[in-house]
């Protein structure tokens, strides 16, 4: 049945090891597979310990690995407090008031602080590093370092690796002066991670390197032949007049997320020039190329959506090349 979140086994090793290859070391953002199989050969390769964005997920995670990273400033609660006890736990902050929420609770933890490097989302500015830091610290908790995100990195013609890098050095240097060692300084991006600078991180969180997806393909961080998960859809209408076809793959399975410098809603495998050009619910419109035949009615192909992150999120199993399905063990976990 069509359809199917489908994983290429060789794909997904090569991808883990080649990330693993970094000089830097690896803490992997487990929010983009959410798989419990996937993190176990990720640590294999030598990642660290892990990335997760919730409580949620922290608590799945926490039957592979003691050692996790919350890159998220958490409003805390209870849920925390007892996950705390059962592995060593980091949590990202940007405010006063989340971190004063974090010494009232039962099993206060060590907080990065989060830096905006560019991204203009969660974070502080590098200035408002100090002031924060030294709050934190008169609260009685433990400040290891800085992390940050540079989501801008997922656009064309950015510098999100040096605009990291310099916030990152920055943010270093002003924890250094108040007497913090052995320094956490944590980023990276699937995009960025390649040219982040290892003299100032320690520490790289890429997530979607595992499989890639539409929008790295169109970003130029990986080719054809990394794309390691697809979904199998089934051609179910067809318009000659208009030389496209409609997949029984839409929107609550591919997602919806669409940048503005996107070509499309998806891509499809083997067919570079194909794109998903709309998606409702159940409907998936791909525009075939001009002078390539349309596929007919019942064919199946494998699309390659444009952010593999929700896609995960979206389904409860995978089917795997070797035969087996893993269970989406996180989905949901928002």
């Not at 591919?254 to 050009?277: C, E, Y």
Request: aromatic residues 4%; glycine residues 8%.
């Amino acid at each position: 049945m069509t359809p199917v979140v489908r994983i290429d086994l060789d794909r997904l090793r090569a991808n883990i090891a080649s990330m693993a290859a970094s000089e830097i070391p690896l803490r992997p953002h487990v929010k983009t597979h959410k798989i419990p199989e996937i993190a176990r050969l990720q640590l294999a390769a030598g990642a660290r310990g892990l990335t997760v964005a919730t409580v949620g997920e922290a608590e799945v995670f926490a039957d592979v690995t003691d050692d996790i990273f919350i890159a998220y400033p958490l409003w805390a609660d209870d849920r925390l407090a007892a996950l705390s006890r059962r592995v060593s736990l980091t949590v990202g902050c940007d405010s006063i008031e989340a971190a004063s929420r974090l010494s009232l609770i039962d099993a206060p933890v060590p907080l990065l602080i989060e830096v905006d490097s560019g991204h203009h989302r969660s974070g502080v500015p590098v200035e408002e590093v100090d002031a924060l830091a030294r709050q934190i610290l008169d609260l009685g908790l433990e400040v290891r370092g800085a992390f940050t995100f540079p989501g801008h990195s997922y656009q064309p013609g950015q510098t999100a690796a040096s605009d990291e890098a310099a916030a990152l050095s920055q943010a270093g240097e002003i924890l250094r002066d108040l007497g913090i060692r052995d320094l956490i300084l944590s980023g990276g991006s699937t995009p960025s991670a390649r040219a982040a600078d290892a003299t100032v991180l320690t520490e790289l969180r890429p997530g979607v390197y595992v499989f890639n997806d539409a929008q790295q393909l169109e970003l130029g961080t990986c080719g054809w032949e990394d794309i390691a998960l697809t979904v199998r859809a089934t051609v179910v209408s067809r318009r000659v007049d208009l030389h496209q076809v409609i997949l029984d793959a839409g929107s609550k399975i591919l997602g919806s997320d669409r940048p503005a410098w996107a070509s499309g809603f998806g891509r499809i495998m083997g067919v570079p020039d194909a794109r998903v050009t709309a998606v409702s619910e159940h409907h998936g419109t791909v525009a075939w190329p001009p002078g390539e035949p349309l596929p007919a009615i019942g064919e199946e192909v494998d699309v390659i959506p444009n952010h593999v992150c929700p896609v995960l999120n979206l389904v409860d199993e995978v089917e795997v090349s070797d035969g087996s399905r893993w269970v989406v063990a996180a989905r949901g976990k928002n």
